[in-house]
């Protein structure tokens, strides 16, 4: 009997990071691992959650919770309370989680209470601010954990900083668990759909009239879209860089974002008027659109985590619209700028990009093959936990 895999998604980035895993169980571990697909009901609006489930083949959710938009609270008491009746159900030999979002933490909570293992994809991250709801639920996941795979060497250090040991004992669970670095299973996807975003995005690509070069940039962290001083700076900043390089600025936008600029629009006219700044909203991309964007634009400026590991998959000089980052080997390296939401800060990584070459080397995130090295290493310790359990009956 294969063991079965409940795998918990949400919100937008967790689609994709699935789609790689889930493509590995599929083609290499289909006879020994069966994966039932969760979906919270986090993002529900179609360009931020069905496209994915369409393009990146991923199979379609066997449960789907539908909780929806709220507050951080109900949000995840409500996933929770779900997932909790789920699993006992189900009872699935293991739960696997995603990254740092709410459904994250719910899925990681409702499992680990009910001793069921919680295996973590993309552990080990910090930003060391905890005033980001992101770093609550990364931290919180992690310390519930039995496996937890990290992208970077980075995320290694961080979970020895905090106990974790990289040393496999004789037992894994939850009070002894496995940190394992595995690469990043986003670049998995960056290798595998680079041909066929060109393939088919390119018609959708030609309707945008970017022949003469573009900026790409994304904004939805909650720190930059609720405060329209700050919203205004980077929109600002997205404009003066713009102008510098006498290319447009193309902003596939987040819902959030896109709430909250018509609703300072209201009372503030400079909300109302980004088109004439050269920004060009466009409605969320899908992900091989956004891999076209990525791979032809010049410039990346971006709040977003994936993006900003996709712009240095595409080696493109990326501006970090945040104070600090996870990904710290890509400042470290000079292949992005933290800028926060600073316009001087902003102008400078403009003109200093413009002037030099792409300084960072590859091999930052593994070497392509992480979700089928994940699927292998989960495979061994299920194998060995059932071979325990059979010696101790
Ligand atoms: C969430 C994650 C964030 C991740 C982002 C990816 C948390 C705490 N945050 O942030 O880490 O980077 O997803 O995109 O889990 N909305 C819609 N339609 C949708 C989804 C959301 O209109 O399909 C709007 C709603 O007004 C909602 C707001 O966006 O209240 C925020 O959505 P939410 O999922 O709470 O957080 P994100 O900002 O998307
Ligand atoms: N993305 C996308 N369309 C967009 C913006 C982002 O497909 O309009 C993809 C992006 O290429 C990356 C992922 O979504 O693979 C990043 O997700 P997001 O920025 O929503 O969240 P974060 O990574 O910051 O958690």
């Known amino acids: ?51 994915f489930f369409e393009e990146l083949e991923i199979p379609k959710p066997a449960f789907h919770l539908h909780v929806g938009s709220a507050s951080h609270g109900a949000q995840t008491a409500a996933m929770m309370t779900a997932l909790e009746t789920l699993f006992q159900t189900e009872k699935p030999d293991l739960v696997l989680v995603y990254g740092d979002t709410n459904s994250t933490l719910a899925g990681a909570l409702a499992a680990s209470k009910i001793l069921i293992p919680v295996v973590h994809v993309e552990a080990g991250l910090r930003s060391f601010n905890k005033s980001m709801p992101e770093e609550i639920n990364r931290i919180l996941t992690d310390h519930v954990s039995t496996m937890l795979f990290t992208p970077t060497q980075t995320g290694v250090d961080n979970l020895k900083k ?27 996807n960056a290798l595998y759909f680079r041909k066929l975003a060109e393939e088919k995005a390119k018609d959708w690509f030609h309707t945008l009239d970017a022949n003469n070069g573009f900026i790409l940039a994304t904004i939805h962290r909650n720190a930059n879209t609720d405060d329209s001083k700050r919203l205004k700076s980077l929109l600002t900043g997205l404009s003066n860089a713009s ?151």
């Open 162 to 188: 905090e106990g974790f040991s990289q040393k496999e004992g004789d037992q894994v669970d939850a009070n002894h668990p496995l940190v394992v670095h595995s690469g990043d299973v986003m670049y998995d």
């Open 243 to 393: 102008e510098f390089l006498n290319q447009p600025v193309f902003l596939p936008l987040h819902p959030r974002t896109l709430k909250m600029i018509q609703q300072f629009a209201e009372t503030d006219a400079f909300f109302a008027d980004l088109p004439s700044r050269n920004i060009r909203i466009l409605p969320p991309a899908s992900y091989l659109q956004m891999v076209l964007l990525e791979a032809r634009c010049s410039l990346i400026m971006t709040d977003s985590g994936g993006v900003q590991k996709e712009a240095y998959f595409y080696r493109k000089p990326c501006l970090v619209l945040r104070p600090e980052t996870e990904w710290v080997e890509l400042v470290q390296s000079g292949a992005a700028i933290l800028v926060d939401a600073d316009e001087k800060k902003m102008q400078e990584a403009v003109a200093f990009f413009s002037s030099t070459d792409y300084p960072a080397p590859d091999g930052f995130y593994g070497d392509g093959k992480s979700a089928e090295f994940i699927c292998g290493e989960i495979l061994r310790m299920l194998k060995r936990q059932k071979d325990s359990a059979n010696c101790g009956t």
């Open 1 to 51: 009997m294969p063991f079965t895999i409940f795998t918990i998604v949400g919100a937008r980035p967790q689609f994709i990071k699935a789609a790689a895993v889930s493509r590995a169980i599929r083609t290499v571990y289909s006879n020994e691992l069966t994966e039932f697909i969760v979906h919270t009901g986090q993002h529900y609006d179609s360009d931020m959650s069905d496209v």
